[in-house]
Structure formats: C-alpha cells, structure tokens
C-alpha cells in the first residue's frame, strides 16, 4: 500500500519531471482533499464509504478490469449550501481549507504514476469562492498532464454546476470520462438540499452542454471522451422514492446518453443540517443498482421494472428482478426452446449464462440442473421459474428473496 508520506515523498522529489520543488506536500492537505472525494462514487459497489487510505481508490472498467485511481479535491472549500456535505459553507464543522495549484497536483499525479501506483486521476472539487477559476484550474491540470508530462493515463473529471460551455469543452477534450452529478432527482427535491444551486441551469443545461458538444465533435475526431459522460445520485437525503430516481436515471440515460448513473446512500454528517436525519440503509443503495442493470444491460421494459416497487414507490430489500419474475412468470420457462430475452428474465440467469444456454442447446438439449449450473446458472434461484426435460420444481423457495 502507498502511504500518504510516501505520496507526499513523490510529489517533493518528482524526479520524473522537469518541475522545481514546491518545498513539499502537506500530508494533512494531501489526508483531506482525499477523504473530501469519500462519497463521489466511481464505482458501483455495494460496499462501505470507508477506505484504509484517503486519495486512492479503485474503480472497475465495463471489461471487469480493476484499476487504482488518485482521487481527489482540487479544493475542499466551497460556497454552496449543501446540507448533507460537511465542505458546504453551511456547515458548523468544516474542516481546514485546502487548495492544490495545478503544477502541484499535476506533479503528485504523474509521480504517482510513473512509479505504478494508480493508472489515472478522478478529480473533483469544491466550487471555491468562483467556481469558474476552479473549474480553470482543473482543466489547467488535466492540460500539464496530457501536454506537458505526456500522461496517457485515464482522467476523469468532474464538471461543477454552473460550469461555463468553454470549460466544459476543454475538459472533454482532455478527459476520458466527465461528469456532474446530479444529487436530486428534481428541481423540488433540490431545493430541499441545496438552495444555492439551480437543478436546470447548472445540472441538467450542463449535461445537455456535454450530449451536444460530444455530438458534434464525434462527426469529426472519434477521441473525444471516449468514457462518455456519467452522473451520480444522493440517495434519500431529500425523501425521494425509488421510484423517482428511477425516472430521473430513465431521463438520463434516454435524453442526455450518460454512460453510467451511479447511487450514493445518504449518510448524515455532524455538522451538516442534515445531522439529524435518518442515514438510508446500504442495501438501498445496492438495489438501485440492480434496478439499474435491469434496465441497462438486461434491457427490461420501464413498465416492467415498476412492479418491482411497492405502492410508496420504494423496493424491497430484495432482488427486483425476483420481484418481476413473481408477477410476469406465470408459466415456467424451458431453456431449451426460450428466446434469450425470456432467459434473461428467470432469476438466477444473466447474460453470460443465458449466452452459454443458446450456445449449448444448438449442440444437444440440456436435461439436468447440472448443466445449467455448470454454465453458471444460479439454480436455486432459477429452478422455480425453469421446466426442464419437462418437470418442474414445486417448492417454495420461488417465494424467497
């Protein structure tokens, strides 16, 4: 594991550049503006906001790939009033504020990355006093790693509300990935967490800025933001169901193209005015992501994802796509005669081992559970919802989550 001395050590020698010393790095700057990124999410894991080390973190590619990324603040000062945020200007319990310049952290990063310790940089940021010299700066250090250092590495970085149109097209020229989150999924729930951003002129006009841009760039350099652009969601801070995430996240990945939408259980902070209320339980958190790789990857109908919710609009601490099944499955599905897309709606099977199923039938019929398993069907899942060699299973666990 890389420390934060032997960060700070890199930063100070940098003897990869040409740089001069910038009489060392603070390891407590170096400590904050790491922890400030803790509940920017750049993966969709289910797993706690904790992490052994603040500044370095990992992410997984769309191949399974792991990689290690310097993730960071530019600054942890800001002047939103984000009630749930312990960097807002409204918290009673901020911590000492901290900037980078963009020599200092283009120098961390490249040393960090010579010596094999990350593969990129996911950088984000407070808005400052003037979130557009911020946004500036962090296009400026995204600019000396590309076309000073020569960094080939991945960055992505975060676009902040209220963004200007030439900024924002900088970074995308610069950036593998970028992104501005949404935080709410609408205007009135908002306002209701932050009263100093405006949820259609600073988000969603900037996103539809990066849809367009990206739209016209791509007739003529296939480079431009190959990542695409994502966005994130706070779970539960300003009440909202399930059920209007969902329709915010459909909205998003329909009308703007985000790549991935990412969900961030809400977890109140001392100091914050949302001290008090409720944190939103993981599993929340990890059913939204189900519910999004229903629509995502197994391509589910809206209409059908809906019957996963209850009448408040909110899931169950269960598998959606169990609770799907148990409403359309009326009849059990037999592997060897259904299309792929019927396959992907039996629990226990996705889009690898449906594949494997097409692929084996073609060759002989499959008569066993075994051979379901052994293409990495999840059969006790599976076997309520399946007839195979024409039995069927008649217990009860097709009615356990």
């Not at 946004?135 to 960094?151: D, G, S, Y």
């Not at 009308?255 to 008090?276: D, H, L, M, W």
């Amino acid at each position: 594991m890389v420390t934060l001395e032997k960060i700070a050590h890199l930063a100070e020698e940098c003897r990869f550049d040409t740089m001069g010393p910038t009489g060392g790095v603070d390891t407590e700057k170096l400590s904050t503006l790491g922890e400030g990124t803790r509940h920017d999410v750049c993966a969709s894991t289910f797993s706690p906001r904790e992490t052994p080390l603040p500044g370095i973190c990992h992410a997984f590619t769309q191949d399974g790939r792991c990689v290690s990324l310097f993730k960071t603040l530019y600054t942890n000062h800001c002047t939103h009033q984000c009630s749930y945020c312990t960097n807002a200007a409204n918290c009673s319990r901020k911590a000492r504020a901290f900037s980078y310049t963009p020599e200092e952290l283009a120098k961390i990063t490249i040393s960090l990355y010579r010596s094999n310790y990350i593969e990129g940089l996911f950088l984000s940021s407070g808005a400052g006093r003037d979130e557009d010299a911020i946004m500036e700066k962090m296009v400026e250090t995204a600019r000396l790693l590309r076309q000073k250092h020569a960094f080939s590495g991945y960055i992505h970085l975060k676009v902040l509300p209220g963004s200007t149109r030439d900024h924002i097209k900088e970074a995308m020229a610069l950036a593998d990935r970028v992104s501005i989150n949404l935080e709410a999924a609408s205007a009135s729930h908002m306002n209701e967490i932050c009263a100093t951003k405006s949820y259609e002129s600073d988000i969603l006009q900037r996103q539809r800025y990066i849809r367009d841009m990206k739209s016209e760039i791509s007739e003529t350099s296939e480079t431009i933001l190959p990542a695409g652009q994502t966005t994130q969601l706070v779970v539960g801070a300003a009440g909202e169901s399930d059920e209007e995430i969902f329709k915010r996240v459909l909205y998003e990945y329909k009308e703007i193209g985000v790549k991935r939408a990412y969900y961030s259980a809400f977890s109140p902070q001392r100091g914050t005015p949302f001290e008090n209320r409720e944190a939103q339980p993981l599993w929340r958190e990890h059913r939204l992501y189900q519910m999004d790789w229903l629509f995502r990857v197994y391509r589910f109908q809206p209409g059908e994802i809906c019957h996963a919710f209850n009448d408040s609009g909110f899931l169950y601490d269960t598998d959606p796509k169990m609770a799907i099944a148990r409403e359309f499955m009326d009849l059990p599905v037999d592997p060897n005669t259904a299309a792929f897309q019927q396959l992907l709606r039996v629990p226990g099977i996705g889009p690898r081992s449906a594949q494997r199923i097409v692929a084996f039938r073609k060759k002989q019929p499959i008569v066993a559970k075994a051979e379901l398993t052994a293409m990495g069907v999840r059969i006790k899942r599976a076997a309520p919802f399946l007839k195979i060699n024409g039995w069927r299973d008649t217990t009860l666990e097709m009615w356990q989550a």
